[in-house]
């Protein structure tokens, strides 16, 4: 299985909105409504943000947000803050009912 | 709450077997509700998915890997556990444990709660 594809960095300033892309298959993100988001940062396990597309898990800032088009899944986050700053993976159930993480994405606040 | 922990040699040689174990405290492997996955990343890379289980035993593993892991349970300890053979040092990664939610039957890839990761090495 590949990986999914998403942007190597996104940068923004502090207040401002991004959004991260996520890109796979019929066979994965766009088959099923199972694309989850992880925020990690240096040296700690990553953190579940979204699950489910677009579902938060309790204790997680309505900043982050979640949606699907086709193949291709986003996370937005909104309200930008430097303790945004890290790397954040996608996650996707599969055909074969296996699950296949993103590339990763690191983000800068600026 | 729930707590995932890891244990195991942090270093294996090149051939040889690496085995982790996770611990689950504050909750249970046997849960109806939840299945347990091991996940890796390499050093400065992203996260791969391993495999996962369910406390009935049924497993599901990577492609990649498929043939040189095994993943068990062990429900009167709370634990279960990571058997990769045949390593190299590519598979020099930090490992985690985590668990996965179940929508009814489906594995859907959201992995709520993870250990904290152990650095496994490979070299000779």
């Known amino acids: 299985q590949s990986a999914l594809t998403q942007p190597a960095s996104v940068s923004g300033s502090p207040g401002q909105s991004i959004t991260i892309s996520c890109t796979g298959t019929?066979?994965?993100?766009?088959?099923?409504?199972?694309v989850s988001w992880y925020q990690q940062h240096p040296g700690k396990a990553p953190k579940l943000l979204i699950y489910?597309?677009?579902n938060r898990p309790s204790g997680v800032s309505n900043r982050f947000s979640g949606s699907k088009s086709g193949n291709t899944a986003s996370l937005t986050i909104s309200g930008l803050q430097a303790e945004d700053e890290a790397d954040y993976f996608c996650?996707?159930?599969?055909?074969?009912?296996?699950?296949?993480f993103g590339t990763g994405t690191k983000v800068t606040v600026l | 709450q729930v707590q995932l922990q890891e244990s195991g040699p942090g270093l294996v040689k090149p051939s040889e077997t690496l085995s982790l174990t996770c611990t689950v405290s504050?909750?249970?492997?046997?849960?109806?509700?939840?299945?347990w996955s091991w996940i890796r990343q390499p050093p400065g890379k992203g996260l791969e998915w391993i495999g996962y289980?369910?406390?009935?035993?049924?497993?599901n593993y990577n492609p990649s890997l498929k043939s040189r892991v095994t993943i068990s349970v062990d429900t009167s300890k709370n634990q279960f556990s990571l058997k990769l053979n045949s390593v190299t040092a590519a598979d020099t990664a930090v490992y985690y444990c985590?668990?996965?939610?179940?929508?009814?039957?489906?594995?859907?890839?959201?992995?709520?709660?993870w250990g904290q990761g152990t650095m496994v090495t490979v070299s000779s």
């Open positions: 985590a668990r996965g939610i179940l929508v009814i039957t489906t594995t859907s890839g959201a992995f709520d709660i």
């Open positions: 504050g909750g249970s492997v046997s849960s109806s509700n939840y299945y």
């Open positions: 289980l369910y406390y009935t035993g049924t497993t």
């Open positions: 019929s066979s994965d993100v766009g088959g099923y409504h199972y």
């Open positions: 489910e597309v677009s």
């Open positions: 996650s996707s159930y599969t055909t074969t009912s296996t699950t296949v």
